[in-house]
């Protein structure tokens, strides 16, 4: 499967973001599929994952409340709804797709989209 992400940009502290994951191929329902970034100097870190279904969402700590993470298997495409943006929310956002293994760690992943820029202002 091929993913690409968008919809980043440059946003004042406390504004909003909605970025897309648009994957390639009739398998896109079959992969649980997650958010990670990675700041300038830092390690790629995890965001937020869902289910195949949907039925089931994880978030880091630092998004819970603020960050929603949803899919429309219809439409092959995934979602981050990123609301009060901090300045450390700044990063370079990717999407992937994984089969098994941990929502939470990166290396489960088996597919990775370019990346879209965040950029939050104070």
């Known amino acids: 499967v091929q993913l690409q992400a968008s919809g980043g940009g440059l946003v004042q502290a406390g504004g909003s973001l909605r970025l897309s994951c648009a994957a390639s191929g009739r398998t896109f329902s079959s992969y649980h599929m997650g958010w990670f970034r990675q700041a300038p100097g830092k390690e790629r870190e995890f965001v937020a994952a869902?289910?195949?279904?949907?039925?089931?969402?994880y978030y880091a700590d630092s998004v819970l409340g603020r960050f929603t993470i949803s899919r429309d298997n219809a439409k092959n495409t995934m979602y981050l709804q990123m609301n009060s943006l901090k300045p450390e929310d700044t990063a370079v956002y990717y999407c992937?797709?994984?089969?098994?293994?941990?929502?939470?760690?990166?290396?489960?992943?088996?597919?990775w989209g370019q990346g879209t820029l965040v950029t939050v202002s104070s």
């Open positions: 992937a797709a994984g089969f098994r293994g941990s929502y939470y760690l990166a290396a489960a992943y088996n597919y």
């Open positions: 869902i289910s195949r279904n949907g039925g089931s969402l």
